[in-house]
């Protein structure tokens, strides 16, 4: 059994700043830990715009706090994300978050990341796995 908070996370290897200035990740649960997925509590910084695409993960995510728009950059479609909207990158589609207000949100990734990963220049974390257990 695993028990962490996000208070244990806090000024570890797991307490990710993003190398865009926009966003900050803790890293609950990681690749290491060998369950199938990693979930992260993600803040995103109010007045930025991060643009994402998960061309290695599918990633769900849930808004507990603030606001944003969520821009689909294949369609065009907008949506406006409140706490309590969920949203599915089922598709691994291109995407866009305009943060209205600081944005806190729970995301899960499959696969799991190891907790190294940051957008490369197109937006997309790589696909990197965890050594096997010696």
Not at 19 to 40: D, M, N, P, Q
Not at 48 to 74: F, I, K, P, Q, R
Not at 97 to 105: A, D, G, I, S
Request: charge should be negative; charged fraction near 30%.
């Amino acid at each position: 059994m695993i028990v962490r908070s996000f208070q244990d996370i806090e000024g570890t290897d797991r307490h990710v700043r993003a190398a865009s200035g926009t966003w900050e990740s803790k890293r609950v649960i990681l690749a290491k830990e060998r369950v199938g997925f990693s979930l992260h509590e993600t803040v995103l910084y109010a007045g930025t715009e991060t643009s994402m695409w998960y061309a290695n993960h599918v990633e769900a995510v849930v808004c507990v706090e603030g606001e944003a728009e969520l821009t689909d950059e294949e369609t065009g479609e907008r949506h406006t994300i409140t706490p309590g909207t969920v949203y599915l990158l089922d598709g691994h589609e291109r995407h866009t978050l305009r943060v209205v207000r600081e944005f806190r949100c729970l995301c899960v990734f499959n696969p799991p990341v190891t907790g190294r990963e940051d957008h490369d220049e197109n937006g997309v974390y790589p696909l990197l796995t965890e050594p096997d257990p010696v």
